[in-house]
């Protein structure tokens, strides 16, 4: 993991309980691969028991206010490191598929034309998946926002 800037630190230092700051520590350090993995990580390195609902656990811990913010102003920097945003990516994935789309003419034994041409299809197929899950392109929908009601019993509940 990148060293912290003091914005960071204070946003860090703003997490007041350990469990939740080793989780978003974790979740930072496995480059946002799995937050039930970050919290289970934060529970071996804190030797402490995790919760009966790890899943659940971890997605509490990492929608507190003060965790996102934190994490975000982790991948800020990074992203402004690395000087990759959406419209990189994008443009990128375009430049594949515009070359994965170029036929090149199949050649026979003798070096000339087959008369049959091959493309790149799954680099294609893949750049186009990259566009097409874009925010303002939205062609796939991978995720579908549901809202829940839940009572703070079932909420403290769910904590244990």
């Not at 691969?33 to 919760?51: D, H, I, V």
């Not at 294609?124 to 097409?132: P, S, V």
């Given at each position: 993991?990148?060293?912290?800037?003091?914005?960071?630190k204070?946003?860090?230092?703003?997490?007041?309980q350990?469990?939740?700051?080793?989780?978003?520590?974790?979740?930072?350090?496995?480059?946002?691969?799995?937050?039930?993995?970050?919290?289970?990580?934060?529970?071996?390195?804190?030797?402490?028991?995790?919760?009966?609902?790890?899943?659940?656990?971890?997605?509490?811990?990492?929608?507190?206010?003060?965790?996102?913010?934190?994490?975000?102003?982790?991948?800020?920097?990074?992203?402004?490191?690395?000087?990759?945003?959406a419209?990189?990516?994008?443009?990128?994935?375009?430049?594949?598929?515009?070359?994965?789309?170029?036929?090149?003419?199949?050649?026979?034994?003798?070096?000339?034309?087959?008369?049959?041409y091959?493309?790149?299809?799954?680099?294609?197929?893949?750049?186009?998946?990259?566009?097409?899950?874009?925010?303002?392109?939205?062609?796939?929908?991978?995720?579908?926002?549901?809202?829940?009601?839940?009572?703070?019993?079932?909420?403290?509940?769910?904590?244990?």
């Amino acid at each position: 993991m990148t060293k912290l800037n003091s914005s960071q630190k204070e946003l860090l230092g703003a997490i007041t309980q350990e469990l939740r700051r080793e989780t978003a520590l974790a979740f930072i350090a496995s480059g946002y691969e799995n937050q039930t993995k970050a919290y289970l990580a934060a529970c071996k390195k804190m030797k402490r028991e995790p919760s009966k609902n790890p899943e659940t656990s971890a997605s509490e811990i990492l929608s507190y206010p003060n965790v996102i913010e934190f994490i975000n102003s982790v991948k800020v920097v990074v992203a402004e490191k690395a000087q990759i945003d959406a419209q990189w990516v994008l443009e990128q994935a375009v430049k594949v598929h515009e070359r994965c789309m170029q036929a090149e003419p199949v050649i026979d034994k003798e070096g000339g034309p087959t008369g049959e041409y091959k493309f790149e299809h799954s680099g294609a197929n893949k750049a186009l998946e990259i566009i097409g899950k874009h925010v303002n392109v939205q062609a796939f929908l991978d995720k579908k926002e549901v809202e829940v009601s839940i009572t703070h019993e079932q909420w403290l509940d769910g904590l244990e």
